[in-house]
């Protein structure tokens, strides 16, 4: 074939429907939740508390469970004055929508916040969002040895939304 005869239309370029973000594996997730338990482990042994933050994550596009980047996203920044409004899902759902639909190099978005769930034993929540399904996991909070006051626990994580946020 002649290079010459090599169309690059619109075609060729177009990829999985015009989709904004690529389809999220497994090894994504894993690693984001692998990359968030270190530090927020670390946070909540110094003692700190966790109102409710938002990141961006941006994966490498061609090798799955590579992360290049963490930002934090002001919730301020996107009209929400107080944190504690994003325990709401709905508030949390229309902004994870609104953050999925800019044009961002992050494609993975994650809410984490501590709460007190019924047996009155604090947890700290972190839900992972992508445009394809919803993740999260409750970390138990419990008292620390030596110098630290709290401890985090690692817990298993799980498929929170079996469809599309699209």
Known sequence: M????????????????????RFMESADINAVFRELFRPLRNNIRRGMTIEGQLYGMEMDACIPGQLLDTVWIPPASRGIANPALLGDARVRRAMFDRLLAEPRPESLFTYVCERL???HRPTLYVEIVSADACFG???????ADGWHRRELHEAPHRRLDPVALV
């Open 137 to 143: 996991a409750d970390y138990p909070i419990g008292t």
């Open 117 to 119: 769930p019924r047996p």
């Open 2 to 21: 002649d290079d010459h005869e090599f169309d690059a239309s619109p075609p060729f370029l177009i990829h999985r429907g015009h989709r904004q973000h």
